[in-house]
């Protein structure tokens, strides 16, 4: 069990949050730190499923493209309102989840890692293929602005706050969950699989529903996600989507729940801050010297903090209340 | 029903015939006892014995390929290990097998996995009945830790724990499960004279309080200390079964795993 430590850290987070939008009207900051939030939670799940339920599927980019699709599909044909796409999504990708799911997690090992890896390019590819429903390789486009009820998100802020909010909900389920009898039963799987069946942990069953609820999440994730852009495509869910979500959880630590929030909010904000010097240096390329510079960057995290910031962070607050 | 003669009593465990092989070598061949209820049995025998195979057998890890396991007359050989452990079969494991993430007392409340019903909304959502089971479990985990000796060490992590510590905690997450029968693999290995002192202890006053224990262990002072009776395995089958005493004078058993000089 984890000590129940630093909810004040965490009331302190929500406010800052919170305030974030009265203290800066720049409307720059606000989007990114949307993507923070989305980003952040799509890798908040894919961390609770590798790093502490041991579970290492890569099919998580999927989840979230799944949930862009089914939100989009549903307010572009006006099958529901949009909200209830959201909704819709999540249903159907939690159906898609279990039945792709139960087979799969029979595997172990790279096993489960390949086709996993599989599911993932089989759903890119399909999303290009079924240009009827999807609009192929251009894209969907037209997405309407998102409503619920009278309540029209028509700005950066309005996506910040559902976005931010989907995050923490997200986040303090997680939290609760990891914290109970069924977040402990997740745990034990990462450690060993055998002790825990013998303590009456049914062990496919937990790691099913660690693979639907985090999928569901990323879904959710998702369709807030083609909601803001108002756009989406299947390239955008593939294989560069993974790698990013990957390296959140290593340079924020998947160990630590909020590790990969961590995570996102550093790869997005350093990308973006690297970008932004590249381009006054070298105005050409400058997307191709930005990838050499954030690869340095994340490197140079690793090396100092081989497990992640978080990892650092509690290794940093356990020696200061030993040494106090 | 079994078959296996058990005094005329309904057996707690009956092993019946039950043989497990590994390819073409056969780590257990047509093995028969029963186990009543109270006390401590010890399996004892040469490494490679299948004393570990056999807790594995009984506890759903392996299905046997020949032969049957009744636990209180109930057919349990070849189910899943989470449904024979929901019967009230708990275990240790030889190496440990500790989930390392966990601080001890998470340790010990993973035990107490059985004990709780709450599903996924009011965990994550802290539902008052999921917070009510959770203070239960804890209180249980703790009480079982402070039976161990280490309620004090709950917060730490598990990995921090010497090796008899650790094993001490095994024993108190299998107790979680609130177990009838408690199997315990080579719990003295690799411990000090003061902790075997304190497992004989821990063992004792498991024994009071019902729980029936089958032991698997190399100490031999600790084994005839805690054991009403003895099982001796090679090479797959039973060579001897009987009192301390009398395994201690057999000289199947001086040959096979003993020793002259014991």
């Not at chain 1, 609009?135 to 251009?138: F, I, N, R, S």
């Not at chain 2, 107490?112 to 004990?115: S, V």
């Not at chain 2, 719990?187 to 411990?191: D, E, H, I, N």
């Given at each position: 069990m984890r000590p129940r430590k630093g909810n004040l850290s965490f009331l302190v987070l929500i406010a800052a949050i919170a305030m974030l939008p009265v203290l800066t009207s720049n409307s720059y900051v606000i989007s990114i730190m949307c993507f923070v939030a989305i980003y952040g939670t799509l890798a908040l799940g894919m961390g609770v499923l590798l790093?502490?339920?041991?579970?290492?599927?890569?099919?998580h980019p999927t989840w979230f493209g799944l949930g862009a699709y089914f939100a989009g599909i549903v307010a572009i044909r006006g099958i529901a309102p949009a909200w209830a796409g959201i909704l819709i999504g999540a249903v159907c990708v939690g159906l898609i989840a279990y039945l792709i799911g139960a087979p799969l997690l029979r595997l172990k090992g790279y096993y489960l890692t390949c086709a996993s890896f599989a599911v993932l390019l089989i759903f890119e590819i399909t999303f290009a293929q079924f240009s009827s429903i999807t609009?192929?390789?251009?894209g969907l486009m037209g997405i309407p602005r998102l409503t619920i009820g009278t309540i029209v998100f028509r700005k950066d802020i309005h996506y910040y706050y559902l976005s931010w909010g989907l995050c923490l909900a997200c986040f303090c389920f997680l939290y609760n969950l990891m914290n109970s009898r069924i977040g402990r039963a997740i745990e034990s799987l990462h450690d060993s699989e055998v002790a825990s069946s013998c303590m009456g942990i049914n062990v496919a069953r937990f790691r099913l529903l660690t693979f639907i609820l985090t999928a569901v999440m990323a879904s959710l994730a998702g369709s807030v996600f083609c909601f803001y852009i108002r756009f989406t495509m299947?390239?955008?869910?593939?294989f560069a989507l993974l790698l990013e979500v990957l390296t959140m959880i290593v340079i924020g630590g998947g160990?630590?729940?909020y590790g990969p929030l961590v995570g996102a909010f550093i790869m997005i904000w350093l990308r973006e801050l690297l970008h932004g010097l590249m381009r006054r240096i070298l105005p050409v390329m400058t997307s191709e010297v930005d990838a050499i510079f954030f690869g340095i960057a994340v490197i140079v995290i690793l090396i100092f903090a081989p497990h992640g910031l978080s990892g650092s962070l509690a290794a940093f607050v356990n020696k200061y209340r030993r040494s106090a | 029903m079994t078959s296996v003669n058990c005094n005329g009593q309904e057996p707690l465990l009956a092993i019946e015939n039950v043989g497990k092989n590994f390819g073409g070598i056969?780590?257990?061949?047509s093995l028969n006892f029963c186990l009543q209820v109270g006390g401590t049995v010890s399996l004892i025998g040469p490494n490679g014995a299948g004393k570990t195979t056999l807790i594995n057998v009984v506890t759903g890890v392996y299905a046997p390929d020949r032969g049957t396991v009744h636990f209180f007359g109930e057919q349990i050989s070849g189910k899943p290990a989470h449904i024979v452990a929901s019967k009230g079969i708990g275990r240790t494991f030889q190496l440990g097998?500790?989930?390392?993430?966990?601080t001890v007392l998470g340790n010990a409340m993973v035990g107490?996995?059985?004990?709780g019903r709450s599903g996924l909304i009011p965990c994550g959502l802290r539902l008052r009945s999921a917070k009510r089971e959770e203070e239960n479990v804890r209180e249980t985990a703790l009480e079982n830790l402070r039976l161990v000796g280490l309620e004090k060490r709950a917060?730490?992590?598990?990995?921090?724990?010497p090796l008899g510590e650790r094993k001490l905690v095994g024993i108190a997450r299998a107790l979680g499960m609130k177990p009838r029968l408690l199997l315990l693999d080579e719990?003295?290995?690799?411990?000090a004279h003061h902790e075997v002192e304190k497992l004989v202890y821990v063992i004792r006053t498991l024994v009071n309080r019902g729980i029936t224990i089958l032991l698997v262990e190399h100490n031999m002072p600790f084994v005839m200390a805690v054991s009403e009776r003895i099982i001796v395995l090679d090479r797959g089958l039973k060579i001897a079964e009987g009192p301390p005493t009398e395994i201690r004078c057999n000289p199947d058993v001086v040959r096979a795993y003993l020793g002259e000089e014991y």
């Open positions: 790093e502490h339920a041991g579970i290492f599927s890569l099919a609009g192929g390789h251009e299947p390239t955008i869910y593939g160990k630590k729940l | 056969n780590a257990i061949m097998e500790f989930f390392d993430s966990l107490c996995h059985t004990q917060i730490e992590s598990i990995s921090q724990l719990p003295a290995g690799g411990l």
